[in-house]
């Protein structure tokens, strides 16, 4: 249906209606089948529809229909809009879920609360189309069916895509915060294990503390012996 005029059957009607072109002609123009114009022509098809003109909606011309009209072989061509229209996009809602996966619903929302729980809520209610209410009450536990939920992949139930599934993780993983972690003993710089060679034992084991001096360095032979004479030995 490429390059198919709007509303291709009242197209026709009005064709068939209002001008002389061959049911081919009309049948190749608006995308039908000659034997369905046929069957307009003679009342058996699109009875009640109401016919479109093309000329006013800018489709075709007065000219290419006369062309059309004077030359049977002649393949009509679709006028293109002078005006072009901006295409509307449409803002993103919330996920569609079949009826028959809505019941898998809650086992995909405990799958990424208990494996991704760095997803906030607005992401995991796009993955699988849910609402704030249910994914609070599975997440305390209150949800009526808390016991009976399994959790379970939603790409493979089919609730969201793998891709969408991956975007969001990593949308959430640069969103979170970096964790330092803390490696132990670090290895010690380069700059100071290439410094200059030790030359000297000092270089090596560091300056020695002054050795104390003992009474020994200072010995008085005199004031010892002469301390012996009041000793009383017990004669």
Not at 200 to 216: I, L, N, Q
Request: glycine share 6%; with cysteine; net charge neutral.
């Amino acid at each position: 249906m490429t390059n198919a005029p709007l509303m291709p059957k009242a197209t026709a009607v009005w064709l068939v209606e209002n001008t002389s072109l061959t049911f081919d002609q009309i049948a190749e123009f608006c995308k039908l089948h000659p034997l369905e114009v046929k069957g307009i022509a003679d009342g058996e098809v699109a009875a009640g529809i109401r016919g479109h003109d093309p000329i006013t909606s800018g489709q075709l011309t007065r000219e290419e229909i006369a062309r059309g009209e004077r030359d049977s072989r002649h393949h009509l061509k679709l006028s293109v809009s002078k005006v072009v229209v901006p295409e509307v996009k449409k803002a993103r809602g919330p996920r569609y879920t079949p009826l028959s996966r809505r019941q898998d619903r809650p086992n995909a929302i405990l799958w990424l609360v208990r494996n991704h729980p760095e997803l906030k809520d607005a992401q995991i209610m796009r993955l699988v189309g849910t609402t704030k209410a249910t994914l609070k009450a599975i997440r305390e536990r209150t949800h009526w069916n808390s016991a009976a939920l399994t959790p379970m992949d939603p790409v493979t139930l089919g609730l969201c895509s793998q891709i969408d599934l991956d975007f969001e993780v990593n949308r959430a993983a640069k969103d979170r915060p970096a964790v330092m972690e803390d490696h132990g003993q670090m290895l010690v710089p380069a700059a100071v294990t290439t410094q200059r060679e030790p030359a000297t034992h000092e270089d090596v084991f560091g300056k020695s503390a002054p050795r104390p001096v003992e009474e020994e360095d200072n010995f008085d032979a005199d004031r010892v012996f002469g301390r012996l004479k009041d000793v009383d030995f017990g004669e």
